[in-house]
């Protein structure tokens, strides 16, 4: 089974550029989601991705915005981006329908984006 | 709106003694818990997860924790800790009348610290 995978590792971007994050989901899910970490504190969501479609979004403005593909990967974009967006970036899979439910999300190791 | 407070930024316990990391959460409807790990510099790792049944759930690496209602807690516990548990532990809880959108809500973390 392969696990949730995420690309790039680690990432240096200048305030007022644009970004593109990428997560390949585990094999089998078909439900994406997307959480900001920053320094010190808990993950927070961003957003969720159910066939190809958002499917809820956490306290985060709209120049965080997102794809998800018929192969179920999945990409995060953050445009203008600002100082308080360096964070630790974390993708997380689960499956949402076939079979019993399980309910936990499965997280990748996460982008390091650091805003300068 | 939901909510988790892990009211210790750290934990210290010798090797060998038993360990508990405290969680209270808040939500609307019956809750979905889980706990989560994660070692420096990766992502997060799925320890456990209390959905309905048993208050006591077991989950990998020996842990495991205690669901209750009344005082809306969901502490993690371990029989006898080792140095490699040392890490940083996150409870997490889900509403299950969200809907489709599974949007986990996390703690602030609680750092474990096992010495020798």
């Known amino acids: 089974e392969t696990g949730v995978t995420q690309s790039p590792t680690h990432l240096i971007k200048t305030r007022g550029q644009q970004v593109t994050l990428r997560c390949s989901s585990q094999?089998?899910?078909?439900?994406v989601s997307w959480y900001q970490q920053a320094l010190g504190q808990g993950p927070q969501f961003i957003f969720q991705?159910?066939?190809?479609?958002?499917?809820g979004r956490g306290n985060f403005p709209p120049r965080f915005s997102g794809l998800q593909f018929p192969n179920y990967s999945s990409e995060l974009n953050v445009n203008a981006l600002e100082l308080d967006d360096s964070a630790l970036y974390l993708c997380?899979?689960?499956?949402?329908?076939?079979?019993?439910?399980?309910?936990?999300?499965?997280f990748g190791p996460g982008t390091r984006l650091t805003v300068t | 709106a939901q909510s988790v407070a892990q009211p210790e930024d750290q934990v210290n316990v010798a090797e060998g003694n038993p360990l508990t990391v405290k969680c209270t959460y808040s939500?609307?409807?019956?809750?979905?818990l889980f706990w989560y790990v994660q070692y420096p510099n990766r992502g997060l790792q799925f320890l456990l997860k209390?959905?309905?049944?048993?208050?006591l759930v077991k989950g990998s690496y020996g842990f495991e924790a205690e669901f209750n209602k009344s005082q809306t807690s969901f502490h993690l516990k371990k029989p006898s800790a080792l140095v490699s548990d040392s890490a940083l532990y996150f409870c997490?809880?889900?509403?299950?009348?969200?809907?489709?959108?599974?949007?986990?809500?996390f703690g602030t973390g609680t750092r474990l610290q096992v010495t020798l």
């Open positions: 991705y159910y066939r190809e479609e958002e499917n």
């Open positions: 997380a899979s689960s499956a949402t329908s076939g079979g019993p439910p399980r309910y936990e999300q499965y």
């Open positions: 094999s089998g899910h078909n439900t």
């Open positions: 997490a809880v889900r509403d299950s009348v969200s809907g489709t959108a599974s949007k986990l809500t």
């Open positions: 939500v609307s409807g019956n809750p979905y």
């Open positions: 209390y959905i309905t049944g048993d208050n």
